[in-house]
C-alpha cells in the first residue's frame, strides 16, 4: 500500500519496484531515500561509497525519521549501510516504516549477525526487494574485492536460505563492475552463476566516487568500459531481469546518514545539500528539497 497523502504525479509499485508517472518532480516531495541506518561494516571494499564513522541511527530516533518520511511522501527507502544487517536497529527500523506504510527494500552483504538473519526470513514479506550484493564469479575472487574472507559463503547462504518462491518474487543481487571484472573477463562466469541463483533481478552498477577510499581508481571503470558490459549483459539470454546503474543515476539519490542528515549525491566524491534530518520541521525540510530537481524513475527498476 502506498503512502498516505502522496501526490498522485507518481505512484510505486512494490511488485515490478518501479515508479509510474511523472518522471520529474518539483514539488519539494522525495519518491525515496536511501536510509543509512549504520555505517559500521566487517567489510573493506576499496569502491564502497558509504562514509566509515561508526556510527548507528540511535533507537530513540527511528520513529520520528519514519515519521518524518511518511510527511514528506516518501513511497520507498532502501534500508542500506555499512552493513544493516549488523545493527541490533534493523527490525526496529523495518517496523517503523512499515507502521508508516512505506515500503522497503534492503541492500546487504550477507555477512551479519544470526539473528537479524533469521529475523529477515522470518519477515520476508516486509521486503518490496531482499538486495544481495555479490561482486565476483568465485569466493576467492569476490572475497578479494570485499576484503573479508567468508564474505561470498555467508551471501551465498543467505540466498540459499529464500525460498524458490520469494526469490523469483523478491531477491535482487547487486554487482559492481570493477576493474577485476572488466579485465579479468569475468562477464561470462558472472552470468553463468546469477542465472544459476534464480533470482528475479541482477543489477550491474558503476562504482561511485562519494567518500571514496584508498585505491578507489585501482578498481573504477570508465564509462566506456561500463557500458560495454551493460550491453553485453542485456544482450544475454538471462532468466532474470537485467538493471543498469551508471554512476550519474545515483547523482539525484537522497540519503539518510547514521547522524541524522539528509544528503543528496552527486556525480563526484562530494555530496550536497545537506540538512538536519531529525532537528528540521518538516516545512523546513519541504524548502530545502524543492529547489533541487528530484527524478523520479517511470516505468523503470528502483
Sequence with gaps: MAAQNVPSEYHYDPVENIFTGCRTQLKGVLPHVMWHITDRCPLNCFFCFAPKSALTTPSADIISIANKLQKLGVQKVDISGGEPLATKVFPETVEA???QKIHITVTTSGVSGDANRDWLLKNIDKFSRIIISIDGPSPAEHDDLRAFNGAWERANQLINRITTADKARAVRINTVVTRPFVFNN???????????????EWCIIQPHPANKKDHFDRYNVEDEHFDDVAMKVRAASMDCN?????RDAYSTYWSIQPNGSLRQHTDGADDRNSIDFIRSPIDVLRE???PTETIVPTGEEA
Excluded: N, Q, Y
Excluded at 569475468?186 to 528475479?200: A, H, I, K, S, Y
Design 97 to 99: 516504516l512499515a507502521t
Design 242 to 246: 537485467v538493471i543498469v546503474r551508471r
Design 186 to 200: 569475468w562477464l561470462d562466469r558472472m552470468t553463468e552463476m546469477v542465472e544459476g541463483l534464480r533470482v528475479r
Design 288 to 290: 530545502h528539497i524543492r
